[in-house]
């Protein structure tokens, strides 16, 4: 059972261009929101994380759009560069338990062309 | 520091072998865990380990047996490798024990079962 629904599976945009990768979910229990960054032969690594109480979160050019009444969360990269490119995974997790037990959507694989 | 170093990096094996995944930390972190990455389905958590000498089944741990030797490690058997045990394996760490913990990953194990 797919908890995190993320789209698209993959994405090709324009240098300077924004990217936008969206995620749902269903289980209403879910309180932490992060974005992984996966570059090829490496292991995935925290980009970016939002928690339910905010609306919209914002690190340089990452931002976290996250809309509770819809059970959305999105991640807008702004002015989007060839390093960006990577595969991007949106997770989620529920406040029980001693470990961060993370629900990772099925991952986004960005292009970015000069 | 190195973070979180995985052994082997790729290894091949026939259906009904066994073997050992290692993994370890020298973050001093509290919490470990082994998931698993399948095209089109994300990273699922195997197993994971909140605190030194503590284990827990996650979503897919059926065919997987872990050890937390120590706090620094935490080991991943296959006991009679399957061909749908064909993965990228990445071991992960979290300082905290807590749902929001951000996991640091090593660079993943690439299985191949013939």
């Known amino acids: 059972q797919q908890q995190v629904k993320q789209s698209p599976q993959s994405l090709i945009v324009q240098k300077g261009g924004i990217s936008i990768i969206n995620c749902a979910y269903e289980?209403?229990?879910?309180?932490?929101f992060p974005w992984y960054q996966q570059f090829p032969g490496k292991g995935p690594a925290l980009l970016i994380a939002i928690r339910p109480d905010v609306s919209e979160k914002k690190e340089g050019r990452f931002t976290i759009s996250f809309n509770k009444s819809a059970k959305q969360f999105s991640l807008h990269i702004m002015d989007s560069q060839p390093g960006d490119s990577a595969t991007y995974f949106c997770a989620a997790s529920i406040p029980s338990g001693t470990a961060s037990k993370l629900t990772f959507g099925t991952g986004t694989r960005l292009q970015v062309t000069l | 520091n190195a973070g979180v170093t995985q052994t082997p990096k790729f290894q091949v094996l026939k259906t009904g072998q066994s073997m050992t995944l290692q993994c370890a930390q020298d973050m001093n972190h509290n919490s470990m865990y082994w998931y698993r990455q399948d095209p089109g389905m994300g990273l699922r958590l195997i197993y994971y380990s909140a605190s030194e000498g503590t284990t827990d089944k996650g979503e897919v741990p059926n065919g997987y047996n872990v050890s937390r030797l120590n706090k620094r490690e935490f080991s991943l058997r296959l006991e009679s490798a399957a061909p749908s045990q064909t993965s990228v394996y990445f071991c992960?760490?979290?300082?905290?024990?807590?749902?929001?913990?951000?996991?640091?990953f090593g660079n993943g194990t690439r299985l191949t079962v013939t």
């Open positions: 289980n209403t229990a879910f309180d932490y």
């Open positions: 992960a760490s979290s300082e905290w024990s807590s749902y929001n913990s951000p996991l640091h």
